[in-house]
């Protein structure tokens, strides 16, 4: 299986701030990543896909880049709405896993 | 549009077999470009993927739960099945369904979530 591995585990950060978060797989994985933001009780929420193409309607704060094993979300400007949990997936080849998530906090 | 709603029971004993129902609607899962798959949450902790069906019926597992999963579809009522055996609490998890696009997309609809307790 390829493992996903996040870092930081949490982020402490202020409102303004520009967040960056990192994701490694295990071995190559192409562009075949995805990134997810999940707040408390909620079901995740797509934000990016193929590493760095913005689902639709994400404002475009967000922002993903990498490729094989290195990959990054940025958020160029934290927003309120943005403190959450966020995670990575992979989905070269079964299984499709998820990173350990990392979270956003003020 | 598209939405996923899961249902089944919230409380299951250790040993019981676990089915969950993922009804969903706003597209078919007929054809092999798009997905369904399963995701579970125990509480306060991280995404586990756990299967998946393609629409020609093609299916993927988790390789550590598969002998305990069964995923399957019904076409013609728009839902997707989940049976996990042998349930334990570690099992007690919020579970979700997603819906898959195609290739080279990520999930991009996803079920509320239903959260089942084994006790």
């Known amino acids: 299986d390829i493992q996903m591995t996040q870092s930081p585990s949490t982020l402490s950060a202020s409102v303004g701030d520009r967040v960056t978060i990192t994701c490694r797989a295990s071995?190559?994985?192409?562009?075949?990543l995805a990134w997810y933001q999940q707040k408390p009780g909620q079901a995740p929420k797509l934000l990016i896909y193929k590493a760095s193409t913005l689902e639709s309607g994400v404002p475009s704060r967000f922002s993903g880049s990498g490729s094989g094993t290195e990959f990054t979300l940025t958020i160029s400007s934290l927003q309120p709405d943005d403190f959450a949990t966020y995670y990575c997936?992979?989905?070269?080849?079964?299984?499709?896993?998820f990173g350990q998530g990392t979270k956003v906090e003020i | 549009q598209i939405t996923l709603k899961e249902s089944g029971p919230t409380l299951v004993k250790p040993t019981q077999t676990l089915t969950l129902t993922c009804a969903f609607s706003?597209?078919?899962?007929?054809?092999?470009?798009?997905?369904v798959a399963w995701i579970r949450q125990p509480p306060g902790k991280a995404l586990e993927w756990l299967t998946l069906?393609?629409?020609?019926?093609?299916?993927r597992y988790s390789p550590s739960l598969k002998s305990r999963l069964t995923i399957t579809k019904d076409t013609s009522k728009n839902q997707v099945v989940l049976t996990m055996t042998n349930m334990d609490p570690v099992d007690t998890a919020t579970y979700f369904c997603?819906?898959?696009?195609?290739?080279?997309?990520?999930?991009?609809?996803w079920g509320q979530g239903t959260l089942v307790t084994v006790s």
């Open positions: 069906i393609y629409g020609d019926g093609d299916e």
């Open positions: 997936q992979h989905y070269i080849s079964s299984p499709w896993t």
């Open positions: 071995q190559s994985i192409s562009s075949w």
């Open positions: 706003g597209f078919s899962l007929s054809t092999r470009g798009a997905a």
């Open positions: 997603a819906h898959w696009p195609g290739y080279g997309y990520g999930l991009d609809y």
